[in-house]
């Protein structure tokens, strides 16, 4: 009748890395997105300025100096 010994440090290392590992999950879900999305994200924005930029007429910033 013996029983199986356990080291109680190793498991309560597992237990912290699994919680971890479920948190980091949570995280990847709620604020995460992937390179390809954030890439788009970039070129829209990007073509938005310059279409933006296209349709300025020159010379309307120009301010009279005081």
Same mark, same amino acid.
Do not use: P, S, V
């Given at each position: 009748m =013996?029983?199986?010994?356990i080291n109680l440090r190793l /498991?309560?290392?597992d237990k912290a890395r699994t919680e971890r590992a !479920?948190? !980091?999950t949570a995280n990847? !879900?709620?604020f995460g997105r992937t390179g390809a999305e954030k890439a788009r994200?970039?070129?829209e924005? /990007?073509? =938005? /300025?310059?279409?933006?930029?296209?349709?300025?007429l020159v010379g309307s910033l120009d301010l009279p100096k005081s």
């Open positions: =013996t029983a199986d010994l /498991k309560r290392k !479920a948190e !980091a990847r !879900a709620r994200a970039r070129m924005n /990007k073509q =938005t /300025k310059d279409r933006l930029d296209g349709h300025r």
